[in-house]
């Protein structure tokens, strides 16, 4: 039975909810308050930049508030965003009152960010939470004129949701293709084609100089001096993890809550999960900072359990995984972009589906798959097992034959 009978989760995110269920999963039978800057429940946020903006949908609740209270017995703190952690007296400062805690979870996530002198301009938007969606499907309902910054997940799949919708849309992006840091130059100059295939005008090496209108945005002016003429800017050039409340409060902060394997920071009693976390994932041996579903998800019911009740703490590991939807094509990346080479082992990189695997000294460190949705969860169980470079290339060369035979 846990010593503790109080905990509090900060951040009504993936990781906060899931942290809610792990601590009740492992038969934690306290209180439990969930604390939400937002007003709205718990919500799925893939969604919002994929089919959220295609057209009239629900938000995507986690559970309904009943559901939280009488299957979870939690008290919900919505709307009022967490301003001070007392690690001393163990307590939290949210909406001028004070919550006390025996065991905490802090889930607070990321913030977008945004490009300077632009975002009091009506029609600028980051698209981060529901309420920045909802924004940006009235403009595409309006059928707005689209500029994207960014050509990152976030970004290409606004895009293609414009599209979708026969929408023009440009997306400026300052470094030389696509997702240079989550799959590297090579595989990210491989995705661009699809933006090209599908209209999208795609400018890449450039940078915005000044988003321009008067209330409202009107143009957007690159370094290159072209102007482009806009109704909706969706800024898309990444978030910074959630942290600020929490200076002077004795974690220790550094890109994220530092924490050990176990999601435990460096204050008694006090764990973090989903991206606001930068734990040591043992698999790797180093410490991350991942914003990917998967992580989150994992992150926070491993974090729930153990700050509720300290003796289910273990090592949390995972093999980084995120994915993508542009257009009609599925993207998909395991492992770590760090490497030394990369070489698409099945199918060619102009047929639109393909598998490229990351090579780490003798190792094989990320892989990569276009439309192989069959093929992208075999190879993680390589980087699992940590295979070598030459192992993954011969289990490749079977896959290969096998999908030449018709039997993959």
């Not at 939400?36 to 903006?53: I, T």
Request: glycine share 10%; charged share 25%; hydrophobic share 40%.
């Amino acid at each position: 039975m846990s010593t503790r009978s109080k905990l509090v989760v900060v951040g009504a995110s993936l990781a906060g909810i899931r942290a809610v269920e792990g601590a009740r999963k492992a038969g934690f039978d306290g209180s439990i308050s969930l604390v939400g800057a937002e007003q709205h429940l718990p919500y799925d946020r893939p969604p919002l930049s994929k089919a959220f903006l295609e057209g009239p949908c629900d938000p995507p609740y986690f559970r309904s508030e009943s559901e939280i209270a009488d299957e979870l017995d939690v008290r919900l703190v919505l709307g009022a965003p967490a301003e001070k952690l007392n690690a001393s007296e163990r307590t939290i400062l949210i909406g001028g009152e004070e919550i006390s805690y025996d065991g905490l979870v802090i889930a607070t996530g990321a913030t977008a960010r945004s490009l300077p002198n632009a975002k009091d301009l009506q029609g600028v938007h980051t698209l981060r939470t529901l309420d920045d969606a909802i924004a940006v499907r009235e403009a595409l309902d309006a059928g707005a004129r689209t500029v994207v910054v960014g050509a990152g997940f976030i970004g290409s799949e606004v895009a293609s949701g414009a599209r979708k919708r026969d929408l023009p849309v440009t997306i400026v992006e300052a470094n030389p293709t696509p997702l240079v840091r989550s799959v590297g130059e090579v595989m990210g100059d491989a995705c661009s084609a699809l933006h090209l295939a599908n209209g999208t005008d795609l400018r890449c090496g450039v940078s915005v100089e000044s988003v321009e209108g008067n209330s409202r945005v009107e143009r957007v002016r690159l370094t290159d001096g072209t102007v482009l003429e806009a109704d909706l800017v969706v800024v898309g050039v990444g978030a910074e993890p959630a942290t600020q409340w929490l200076e002077g409060s004795g974690l220790e902060l550094d890109n994220g809550i530092v924490c050990d394997e176990n999601l435990a920071t460096t204050v008694p009693g006090v764990y973090a999960a989903g991206d606001v976390a930068r734990w040591y994932n043992p698999i790797f041996g180093r410490h991350m900072r991942l914003e990917h579903w998967s992580s989150a998800a994992g992150q926070g019911a491993a974090a729930g359990a153990a700050a509720a009740m300290p003796e289910c703490a273990q090592p949390f590991e995972t093999i980084p995984y995120f994915w993508s939807d542009w257009y009609d094509s599925r993207i998909q990346f395991v492992g770590v972009p760090d490497c030394d080479e990369v070489e698409i082992v099945l199918g060619e990189r102009d047929s639109g589906s393909f598998v490229a695997l990351y090579r780490s000294e003798d190792r094989v460190a990320g892989v990569l798959a276009l439309n192989k949705q069959r093929e992208i969860m075999k190879f993680r169980a390589l980087i699992a097992r940590r295979a070598s470079w030459s192992d993954a290339l011969s289990f490749a060369r079977t896959r290969q034959q096998l999908a030449t035979k018709g039997t993959a």
